[in-house]
């Protein structure tokens, strides 16, 4: 009988050790995702985050692009209201451009099109830092913005920034901050506000 009760203590430890390492890993994953500068807390199981007005983030629509289309590298992401809450990802593999569609409420891809390829989609598929390092550069430039509505890349002079808007004045929810990265070094400037 003894032996049988020092089993039993023994499997129920095990069950509470590994539910406290699940425990940790998900809050570990909580951290490095709000930490890192995706703009809002992690996808729930029905799509939805806290602190994002249309429910998914700029940096799930894009990883949910790079699902899509494995092959090709983002280079721009924007958050439109036309026909309802959406991402559109911009995505190049090759000389080829593609936009990808991701519904903002419920992370759900609606369709890929064809799109144009210019030389600021070019240099940004070879740029050093790439878009989702960007936007976490100039979230840590920006930790209190609102989240990220927009990043593109754009030939600034002969050089490659990436500008990441936060906030989204299309739904008149204020005025928005523009955080500039350079796309060789990752360097952040200071935010600018864009009425």
Same mark, same amino acid.
């Given at each position: ?12 430890a095990?069950?509470? !050790? +590994?539910a406290?390492?699940t425990?940790?890993?998900l !809050?570990?994953?909580h951290?490095?995702t ?6 809002a807390?992690p996808v729930?199981?029905? $799509?939805?985050?806290a602190?994002s ?5 700029l940096a799930?629509a894009?990883?949910?692009a790079?699902h899509?289309?494995p092959?090709?590298?983002?280079v ?6 036309d $026909? ?9 593999s $090759? $000389?080829?451009g ?13 369709r ?8 600021d989609?070019?240099a ?5 830092v790439?878009l989702?390092s960007?936007?976490? !550069?100039?979230r840590?430039?920006a ?5 990220p509505?927009e990043?593109?890349?754009?030939l600034?002079g002969g050089t490659? +920034?990436?500008e990441?808007t ?8 204020g005025?928005e901050? +523009? ?6 070094t990752?360097h952040a400037?200071p935010?600018?506000t864009?009425?």
């Open positions: 009988m003894r032996l049988r009760t020092t089993i039993i203590a023994a499997v129920g095990g069950v509470l !050790a +590994v406290g390492g425990t940790a890993v !809050a570990a994953q951290h490095d709000t930490a890192h500068g995706t703009g807390s729930t199981a029905s $799509g939805s985050t602190g007005a249309d429910g998914v983030p799930t894009v990883r949910t790079q899509r289309l092959d090709a590298t983002p721009e992401a924007d958050l439109d209201h $026909g309802g809450p959406h991402w559109e990802i911009d995505m190049l $090759g $000389g080829t593609r936009t990808v569609y991701v519904d903002a409420t419920t992370g759900d891809v609606q890929v099109t064809s799109d144009h390829v210019d030389a989609d070019r940004a598929a070879r740029a050093k790439d989702l960007a936007v976490r !550069a100039a840590q430039e930790p209190h913005a609102p989240a509505s990043a593109d890349a754009d600034d490659l +920034v990436w990441v936060f906030g989204d004045d299309d739904e008149g929810n005025t901050q +523009v955080v500039t990265v350079d796309s060789a990752g400037a935010p600018t864009d009425d």
